[in-house]
């Protein structure tokens, strides 16, 4: 099916565990974000990439790595969770922006809880 | 410190009545500015926006409107229907991609 997807949507770990949070988009969006939404902080940026090959930090991106080989997929990497990790991580893709700001469109999202 | 606040953590509307949320910003930069809903174990998606250079921007139900000078959006919606209890989200952007976003509002639209 086209569109963005995140797998998996539930995930539950253990601290100093490494976790891989998925995300696949069909659309050939040039830019991918990574956010996690926490109570009264609304959404954040981790990381987000222009193109395959091309990252950059966000507004939050300690103990997270990302990579993106290919257009279409964007994992995130908790290299050692934390419990200050524990949230809603979402994915979302826009195309490059032109004369007008082009929308970012999200997956539904993980939710990731560190024990 | 929160460029971006939407100081109603929730409102309660009848329905069929008109619904009012706020956002207040504060980088006169941002030159963009988009709103967002999202339902329960579900992405945002986008609802509507507005460029700096206009102050209302409207989209059947959903009317944007913008006050420069107050730094201040604000987004209408009516009629009110219950398929839009939701949590609205306020965003705005510089020139770039990158979005800041409010922490939300949650809407409950009574019958």
């Known amino acids: 099916d086209a569109g963005i997807t995140q797998s998996p949507r539930y995930k539950i770990t253990e601290t100093g565990r490494q976790v891989t949070l998925m995300c696949h988009q069909t659309?050939?969006?040039?830019?991918m974000f990574w956010y996690r939404q926490d109570l009264g902080h609304g959404l954040r940026l981790i990381y987000y990439s222009a193109a395959a090959d091309i990252t950059d930090k966000g507004e939050v991106p300690d103990g997270y790595v990302v990579s993106r080989s290919k257009t279409e997929n964007f994992p995130l990497t908790l290299e050692s969770a934390t419990r200050s990790q524990t949230s809603v991580y979402f994915c979302a893709s826009t195309l490059k922006r032109g004369s007008s700001y082009n929308e970012q469109f999200f997956g539904p999202g993980t939710r990731l809880t560190v024990l | 410190d929160q460029q971006v606040k939407q100081n109603s953590p929730s409102l309660s509307v009848q329905e069929g009545r008109i619904s009012i949320l706020n956002c207040d910003y504060t980088n006169s930069m941002f030159d963009y500015f988009l709103w967002y809903k999202k339902y329960p174990a579900e992405g945002p998606t986008f609802l509507i926006s507005?460029?700096?250079i206009k102050d209302k921007n409207e989209d059947g139900r959903f009317t944007v409107f913008l006050n420069k000078s107050a730094k201040h959006l604000s987004l209408h919606i009516v009629p009110s229907q219950p398929g839009d209890s939701a949590v609205y989200f306020c965003a705005a952007s510089h020139s770039n991609y990158q979005l800041i976003w409010g922490a939300g509002t949650k809407l409950i639209i009574k019958p």
């Open positions: 659309w050939s969006h040039s830019y």
């Open positions: 507005i460029s700096s």
